[in-house]
T-cell receptor, first 116, second 115 residues
Framework: AQKVTQAQTEISVVEKEDVTLDCVYE???????LFWYKQPPSGELVFLIR??????QNEISGRYSWNFQKSTSSFNFTITASQVVDSAVYFC?????????????FGTGTLLAVQP | NAGVTQTPKFQVLKTGQSMTLQCAQD?????MSWYRQDPGMGLRLIHY???????DQGEVPNGYNVSRSTTEDFPLRLLSAAPSQTSVYFC??????????????FGPGTRLLVL
């Protein structure tokens, strides 16, 4: 069965601190996709990144970086020099590579609070 | 492009009432889905569609109906609302093209309260 675990329910940091959000996934598929979405207090879901199972290169986008490790089934998200605007719920999600369902399995989310 | 739009933004229903949550996208996406978000449970798939005229059930389909008569629209119907359907509902769409179909884009959500 597929599963995504975000063990950190809430994280609180002070502005300018670095913070890492953990994501561990389970799947038997050899082809799959991993995602991170941000849900700010306004409620919408904002797509941040997609990573497929064949690409283990880490990715950096500004203050955001992602560390994908198949050996530990993890896809962790790091925010460098956090800002108040980063305060949100962050979801990690998994999609298998087969079929046409496009079904996403979501973790339960991590609430990040960045204090000024 | 407006992207994915949802109406209404907020709705209060009484138990047993029916209603339709509207979802539309202007990106010519083949795939559309409905998810519900409940506290501590992330998002769960209700129904999805891979194209006009084709729909199927997701993880939590009971109490909901869908249809897809056009590429643009994918309404979600609650036939007889129950308090357990109090939730935030998100519609999502994605392309069927390789390299793009894996990423779903979400609407702003509809917050539903069933009394």
């Amino acid at each position: 069965a597929q599963k995504v675990t975000q063990a950190q329910t809430e994280i609180s940091v002070v502005e300018k601190e670095d913070v890492t959000l953990d994501c561990v996934y389970e799947t038997r598929d050899t082809t799959y996709y991993l995602f991170w979405y941000k849900q700010p207090p306004s409620g919408e879901l904002v797509f941040l990144i997609r990573r497929n199972s064949f690409d283990e290169q880490n990715e950096i986008s500004g203050r955001y970086s992602w560390n994908f490790q198949k050996s530990t089934s993890s896809f962790n998200f790091t925010i460098t020099a956090s800002q108040v605007v980063d305060s949100a719920v962050y979801f990690c999600a998994l999609r298998d590579g087969r079929g046409a369902t496009n079904k996403l399995i979501f973790g339960t989310g991590t609430l990040l609070a960045v204090q000024p | 492009n407006a992207g994915v739009t949802q109406t209404p933004k907020f709705q209060v229903l009484k138990t047993g009432q029916s209603m339709t949550l509207q979802c539309a996208q202007d990106m010519n996406h083949e795939y559309m889905s409905w998810y519900r978000q409940d506290p501590g449970m992330g998002l769960r798939l209700i129904h999805y569609s891979v194209g006009a005229g084709i729909t199927d059930q997701g993880e939590v389909p009971n109490g909901y109906n869908v249809s897809r008569s056009t590429t643009e629209d994918f309404p979600l119907r609650l036939l007889s609302a129950a308090p357990s359907q109090t939730s935030v509902y998100f519609c999502a769409s994605s392309s069927a093209r390789t390299g793009g179909r894996e990423t779903q884009y979400f609407g702003p959500g509809t917050r539903l309260l069933v009394l």
